[in-house]
């Protein structure tokens, strides 16, 4: 069965920094993963997807890396700001079907 | 394209009723997710449609729930005789199969509290 883990649960810091969020994935015969960004009562924005056979992937600031031989997967966020402030999930989809989710970083920048 | 739509977006009900919500993808996908999310949770799996065809249910989706996707395009899912634990998120989420560019997006979720 699939398990996915994001550390840290929580992370707070001070604007500007760049920051690294984490996911790590049992089985590694994953066809893709999503990094997803929620508000609160809010549905699921898609911020970046990456297939098995990509290493990594850019969209601005952000920027997703893929180790699919050791289950990892890492969100980095540059130059934050009080905006990104939100919860982040990673999913890892096997097949065609379903994504199987981490519980989210509930992530803070304070100005 | 104007992105997943769900309806209602809130739904307070009393124990014992059921409720129904609706899910209208993105046009010309052929992919329908349904998930629930509680508190402090990532999304759970429900069950998926490969056009009207339901083809997954998880464990989670007891007999008290049912989806429907009667012409392929838009979805419900009703719940029967609510139960204080389905208090919860509900979240479509749609794709299309083109090649390997087959990104999952979801809609803003339909929040249930049974009281």
């Known amino acids: 069965k699939q398990e996915v883990t994001q550390i840290p649960a929580a992370l707070s810091v001070p604007e500007g920094e760049n920051l690294v969020l984490n996911c790590s994935f049992t089985?590694?015969?994953?066809?893709?993963l999503q990094w997803f960004r929620q508000d609160p009562g809010k549905g699921l924005t898609s911020l970046l997807l990456?297939?098995?056979?990509?290493r990594e992937q850019t969209s601005g600031r952000l920027n997703a890396s893929l180790d699919k031989s050791s289950g990892r997967s890492t969100l980095y966020i540059a130059a934050s700001q009080p905006g990104d402030s939100a919860t982040y999930l990673c999913?890892?989809?096997?097949?065609?079907?379903?994504?199987?989710f981490g519980q989210g970083t509930r992530l803070t920048i304070n100005p | 394209d104007t992105g997943v739509s769900q309806n209602p977006r809130h739904k307070i009900t009393k124990r014992g009723q059921n409720v129904t919500f609706r899910c209208d993808p993105i046009?010309?996908?052929?992919?329908l997710y349904w998930y629930r999310q509680t508190l402090g949770q990532g999304p759970e799996f429900l069950t998926y449609?490969?056009?009207?065809?339901?083809?997954?249910k998880s464990r989670l989706l007891s007999d008290r729930f049912s989806a429907e996707r009667p012409k392929g395009s838009f979805s419900t899912l009703e719940i029967q005789r609510t139960e204080q634990g389905d208090s919860a998120m509900y979240l479509c989420?749609?794709?299309?199969?083109?090649?390997?560019?087959?990104?999952?997006?979801f809609g803003e979720g339909s929040w249930l509290t049974v009281v």
């Open positions: 989420a749609s794709s299309s199969w083109t090649g390997s560019l087959n990104t999952i997006y």
């Open positions: 089985d590694s015969a994953i066809y893709n």
């Open positions: 990456i297939q098995s056979s990509q």
């Open positions: 999913a890892v989809r096997r097949g065609a079907q379903k994504l199987v």
């Open positions: 046009s010309e996908h052929n992919r």
């Open positions: 449609f490969q056009n009207e065809a339901q083809l997954e």
